[in-house]
């Protein structure tokens, strides 16, 4: 469903779309792990940093089929319309590209494919853990936010999630977490507090601009949830060496 991946196909019924999210998170570890494969090849042909940049910020959009990064153009364009909710909604579900959206698309390109570009055989392993985490917490704010429409696909992925799916997703994000920390100490603490500020930030926002989350939305946290853990973790990294270097 969130995959570009040739997979077997099944038939969503109610039965089947249950614990549907719960197993999301793995798509973000096929990203992970082609990410640091990408990352391994290019390290050992001697690629220039652009070119590894570039692979690794199509890795995410391929794997997907660019479904996420649909949802933020989408969103982008309905934020900036300056119109009220009802049309703003209207214009998310518009399957035309407007202005904004090819602005901040070519915004978001640059930044991530910048940022990724400065990312490091330290700092690659935890770069590809926010893929995970990521979805992990899209997934929570699908079974928890305020749903903007009555119908709609994140609707009925929210409608169908079991009791425990919400319990399933926490066990996850809380290992996860752990693991990150044990790992990486004070720059897993930093990129997890980045997640988690984007996070808060969607679930304001949602709420305030639209009334709610809805299938574009959570392809535009998914997308800035992304972007900005990798900017913190490249950005807190250099500047923790500067400062070293100052003592």
Not at 5 to 23: D, E, F, G, H, N
Not at 37 to 54: H, V
Not at 165 to 188: D, H, N, P, R, T
Not at 220 to 230: A, G, K, N, T
Request: proline fraction near 4%.
């Amino acid at each position: 469903m969130y995959s570009a991946l040739p997979v077997p196909q099944i038939s969503w019924t109610p039965r089947s779309m249950k614990y549907a999210l719960c197993w999301f998170p793995l798509v973000g570890a096929v990203c992970a792990l082609l990410s640091l494969a990408g990352f391994r090849i290019c390290s050992l042909l001697q690629f220039p940093d652009f070119l590894r940049a570039a692979l690794l910020t199509a890795i995410p959009v391929l794997v997907t089929g660019g479904i996420h990064l649909d949802g933020f153009l989408d969103a982008e364009d309905a934020i900036h319309s300056c119109t009220d909710r009802d049309k703003k909604l209207q214009i998310m579900k518009d399957p035309h590209l407007g202005g904004f959206a090819v602005i901040y698309g070519m915004v978001f390109i640059l930044l991530f494919s910048g940022a990724a570009g400065a990312v490091t055989e330290e700092t690659i392993p935890l770069y590809a853990c926010g893929f995970v985490c990521s979805r992990i917490l899209s997934a929570i704010s699908v079974v928890r936010f305020p749903k903007a429409k009555k119908d709609g696909m994140l609707r009925t992925f929210s409608d169908a999630a079991g009791r425990r799916v919400l319990a399933v997703l926490l066990v996850e994000f809380a290992g996860l977490s752990v693991l990150e920390i044990l790992l990486w100490g004070w720059s897993a603490v930093m990129v997890l507090a980045a997640g988690a500020a984007v996070f808060l930030y969607y679930r304001l926002f949602s709420v305030r601009v639209f009334g709610g989350t809805t299938g574009d939305l959570a392809g535009y946290f998914l997308c800035q949830c992304e972007l900005w853990m990798l900017v913190v973790l490249v950005v807190g990294q250099r500047v923790f060496r500067e400062v070293l270097c100052w003592f």
